[in-house]
């Protein structure tokens, strides 16, 4: 409890002062950037800007849970030995331990955020003056760096900033480890070394003759093609197609096992100049989607879209992890507190509750989101949408639970007593009957984690979820089926969702285990 709160309340003061201070801090600027993108969670005041009232009460509600759970951690009493129990217990069952290292070990990475995956530079030295542009809120241009080209004032792209500074020792660029961003950085068609042998033409890294595209490039981080082959058993056999620097068809080819059957030039100048034009090695083409091409820097290959798989599976990781811990205090806060309720009160208001559950219950979960989903306008669609629609039918299958739990309990001396020392019901329900039912909400977490990252990535896969600008595992999963030539994205999606959703299983089983009220009680 203390480490929570010692968290909750660092990422709250990091969120406010980025807010006030301008710098975008790693997660924590999160809260604030929701707020400004969806349109209802900030409002209008007067003639000033917007005021992002949803990020504010986050950090609000992260700092005081944080000192309420840190202050608890102090003033509280020994812990109590059957609690100890429970965790030592749980602690040698080694799959769940070991998995629970992994969960946290994964949550830390994905808060790293922009350290670890993005296309803005973590620093740039230029003139002797350093800046750090991914952790600033306004994106620098091409003019505040010395580019005074077509596009002084276009947004600066530091991938191509590293090279040219250090083709020219003008300064010193450092990225983050994958210089992609998840969404919205769509990458020029990749290209890899061809290799010449007894002249055929291999593949860098492959000893079978190449198949496929081939081109010699003006620029070759640009895609920016001069001539473009086909090749079969790696020789020249096919069209061949050339443009200029401008980027308009000029020649036309045709090849036959290596020898040229036809040409047509119709460009300014002649065609000996045209072909002699300085330009790169011949390189294989790789449209997309691409395979992975370590030497690229895209470890994973590319999406149909053009993004790097790699970033995009951080970024899906980030979102269910951003999914969750919204998602799981909110369902649990009204479960619990309408179970509790249900079994404590009884009567006229525990029937008409059950009726009410057992009626949205029956409804077929997924068609139903299905159906809000869709029925909400795509400006407002967004994370808080679907975490709305997901948390109205969440809560419900918990009450059971705690419903039983209450009934169990409210009969006992413990509470018996303290109605008559004179609790009210909110003291008895939360202080005293909320504690006994501890192993029930420990238990069940780790499980509806993996329910709600199951559900995202029906949604996203079906094309009901979330909008493109978030990287969902579900959208890269229907890429993949729809790609079954590239089946790098099929393999990489599955392994990370399952590994995932594993890993949480094991953690949540372990818990179960270790919590078994039959394993541990006052009567032992």
């Not at 980025?18 to 349109?39: C, D, K, L, N």
């Not at 370590?294 to 992890?321: H, I, K, M």
């Not at 009726?355 to 029956?362: A, C, D, K, V």
């Not at 979330?466 to 969902?472: D, N, V």
């Amino acid at each position: 409890m203390r480490l929570i709160g010692i968290f909750s309340i660092l990422l709250g003061s990091l969120a406010a002062a980025g807010e006030m201070m301008h710098i975008a801090f790693p997660t924590a600027r999160w809260f604030f950037e929701t707020s400004r993108q969806v349109p209802w969670l900030h409002m209008k005041l007067g003639a000033g800007p917007d005021f992002p009232w949803f990020g504010w009460l986050c950090a609000a509600i992260l700092m005081v849970s944080g000192t309420t759970m840190l202050v608890r951690s102090f003033t509280r009493g020994p812990a109590n030995p059957i609690t100890a129990r429970r965790i030592k217990r749980f602690r040698e069952i080694k799959r769940g331990y070991y998995s629970l290292i992994i969960l946290i070990t994964l949550g830390g990475l994905a808060s790293l955020d922009q350290l670890v995956v993005g296309k803005q530079a973590l620093a740039v030295k230029y003139e002797g003056r350093w800046v750090f542009p991914a952790f600033q809120p306004v994106a620098l241009k091409n003019k505040d760096f010395g580019i005074t080209g077509e596009s002084p004032d276009a947004p600066v792209s530091y991938r191509k900033i590293k090279k040219i500074f250090q083709a020219n020792n003008l300064g010193r660029v450092i990225m983050p480890l994958v210089p992609y961003d998840p969404t919205g950085d769509t990458l020029p068609p990749r290209s890899r070394q061809l290799l010449e042998r007894e002249g055929i033409y291999h593949e860098s890294g492959s000893s079978k003759p190449y198949f496929g595209l081939a081109a010699r490039y003006f620029d070759v981080d640009e895609a920016k093609i001069h001539l473009r082959y086909t090749l079969r058993n790696g020789i020249f056999s096919g069209p061949v197609d050339g443009w200029n620097t401008e980027g308009t068809p000029i020649y036309n080819a045709e090849y036959f096992e290596g020898k040229l059957l036809s040409e047509r030039f119709n460009g300014v100048g002649d065609k000996e100049s045209f072909l002699a034009l300085a330009t790169s090695d011949l390189r294989a083409v790789k449209y997309h989607p691409a395979s992975p091409i370590p030497e690229e820097g895209n470890w994973l290959g590319t999406t149909s879209q053009g993004y790097d798989v790699l970033a995009y599976l951080y970024g899906g990781l980030q979102v269910n992890f951003k999914a969750a811990i919204i998602y799981l205090p909110i369902v649990y806060l009204i479960g619990i507190t309408i179970g509790m309720m249900m079994g404590y009160f009884g009567g006229w208001f525990d029937l008409m509750m059950q009726r009410f559950i057992e009626i949205f219950s029956n409804m077929p979960f997924l068609f139903v989101v299905i159906i809000f989903s869709s029925m909400v306008p795509d400006q407002f669609k967004g994370l808080p949408i679907i975490l709305t629609i997901l948390v109205a039918f969440g809560w419900m299958g918990m009450t059971f639970l705690m419903r039983t739990a209450a009934y169990r309990d409210k009969e006992r001396d413990y509470i018996a007593a303290a109605r008559v020392l004179g609790a009210g019901t909110p003291r008895i329900l939360f202080r005293h009957l909320l504690p006994n039912t501890v192993a029930i909400i420990v238990t069940l977490v780790p499980f509806t984690m993996s329910g709600l990252v199951f559900s995202l990535t029906s949604l996203d896969y079906l094309g009901f979820g979330l909008p493109p600008e978030y990287a969902t595992w579900g959208r890269l999963l229907n890429d993949g089926l729809s790609n079954l030539s590239a089946p790098w994205l099929v393999t990489s999606t599955f392994v990370v969702l399952v590994g995932l959703l594993v890993t949480i299983t094991f953690v949540g089983e372990a818990i179960r285990e270790a919590f078994d009220p039959k394993k541990f009680t006052y009567y032992r």
